[in-house]
């Protein structure tokens, strides 16, 4: 199957200081990737599509500044949580489509990256 | 209400026991449905892809989707202790536009050896 790598696997910074979560397809173009974040026992919540060489698309309700994305070639995308506090712990997970399913919307999931903020 | 319903379980079943998680949906346009598989930490990994009504088999794992009753199936075979995991079905209408997906809350299965 298709392989979404997602770097790194996790982080333990302090309050106040940005961290930068990458995620590139191996294997395959992507145009689009989406970045999801989940709770403990909860499901994945999507914050934000990717497209690469345009603006992010942000869920309602998540903070442009605070979750930078930037989706600069067609195998990477990054997540940049800017001025992290406390409360963006979590578990950060991107995803990606592959070309040939497009039109079934079949996602492919990185490993997920779990944010501490001290 | 939300538009996908799977309960959260906690499911423990034995060792070689069947296995059935099953999700319910209201959005009538959803046409691909998956299954995914999440351990503990980490991203969720695909299981199985159905389009539309019927059943797909795929070693031990078969998926079942009835759209009459917007019901889908997911059975685990000969169950193994590496099968714990939360699982989750997510479905899609069809179209490259229409990215979302949505998910269920996520099944958590426990197999005892």
């Known amino acids: 199957g298709a392989v979404v790598s997602q770097h790194p696997s996790r982080v333990i910074c302090k309050s106040g200081t940005s961290v930068k979560i990458e995620c590139r397809s191996l294997?395959?173009?992507?145009?689009?990737m989406f970045w999801y974040r989940q709770f403990p026992k909860q499901s994945l919540m999507l914050m934000a599509t990717?497209?690469?060489?345009?603006?992010?698309?942000?869920e309602q309700g998540v903070e442009k500044d605070k979750f930078l994305i930037n989706h600069a070639s067609l195998t990477l995308s990054t997540l940049t949580v800017t001025s992290a506090h406390p409360e963006d712990s979590s578990f950060y997970i991107c995803?990606?489509?592959?070309?040939?399913?497009?039109?079934?919307?079949?996602?492919?999931f990185g490993a997920g990256t779990r944010l501490s903020v001290l | 209400q939300k538009e996908v319903e799977q309960d959260p379980g906690p499911l423990s079943v034995p060792e070689g026991a069947i296995v059935s998680l099953n999700c319910t949906y209201s959005?009538?346009?959803?046409?691909?449905f998956m299954w995914y598989r999440q351990y503990s930490r980490k991203g969720p990994e695909l299981l199985m892809y159905?389009?539309?009504?019927g059943n797909k088999e795929d070693g031990r794992f078969t998926a079942q989707v009835d759209k009459s009753s917007k019901y889908i199936s997911l059975f685990i075979r000969d169950s193994q202790p590496s099968d714990s995991a939360t699982y989750l079905c997510?479905?899609?209408?069809?179209?490259?536009?229409?990215?979302?997906?949505?998910f269920g809350a996520g099944t958590t299965v426990t197999v005892r050896a």
């Open positions: 959005n009538s346009a959803f046409q691909y």
């Open positions: 294997d395959f173009q992507a145009t689009t």
């Open positions: 159905t389009y539309s009504s």
């Open positions: 990717s497209n690469e060489g345009s603006k992010a698309t942000y």
């Open positions: 997510a479905m899609s209408p069809v179209g490259t536009n229409d990215y979302k997906l949505s």
């Open positions: 995803s990606a489509r592959i070309p040939q399913q497009l039109a079934k919307n079949i996602q492919y």
